[in-house]
Nanobody, 125 residues
């Protein structure tokens, strides 16, 4: 089983930036599709972005396209989410997730076996 620990969240004004990190341990992420999800209070967990194990395929929810960038560093066993031009509606608990080996990324939570505890992102207006 893989352990995932998110960091980098915080309080930022609208228009600001944050960079989230997800450090994995227990096994390599090299062959693993990974994703970011978020959950706002009273709402369901929402897909944000995913990156396939080979980093060739990347997906974003429409609401973050052009503002967020997902990246992975297999050597550091770490996933990132660079978030620019943040909006109050981006406020949520952000989760990192990992799929099984060589499994194709998707927007569905059921694709992912391992989850972190989340890091809070709060954007003030």
């Amino acid at each position: 089983q893989m352990q995932l620990v998110e960091s980098g969240g915080g309080l930022v004004q609208a228009g600001g930036s944050l960079r989230l990190s997800c450090a994995a341990s227990g096994r390599s992420i090299r062959n693993i599709a990974m994703a970011w999800f978020r959950q706002a209070p009273g709402k369901e967990r929402e897909f944000v972005s995913a990156i396939n194990w080979n980093a060739i395929s990347i997906d974003y929810v429409d609401s973050v396209k052009g503002r967020f960038t997902i990246a992975r560093d297999n050597a550091k066993n770490t996933l990132y989410l660079q978030m620019n031009s943040l909006k109050p509606e981006d406020t949520a608990l952000y989760y990192c997730a990992a799929a099984g080996p060589y499994r194709t990324m998707s927007r569905y939570t059921t694709t992912y076996n391992d989850w972190g505890q989340g890091t809070q992102v709060t954007v003030s207006s």
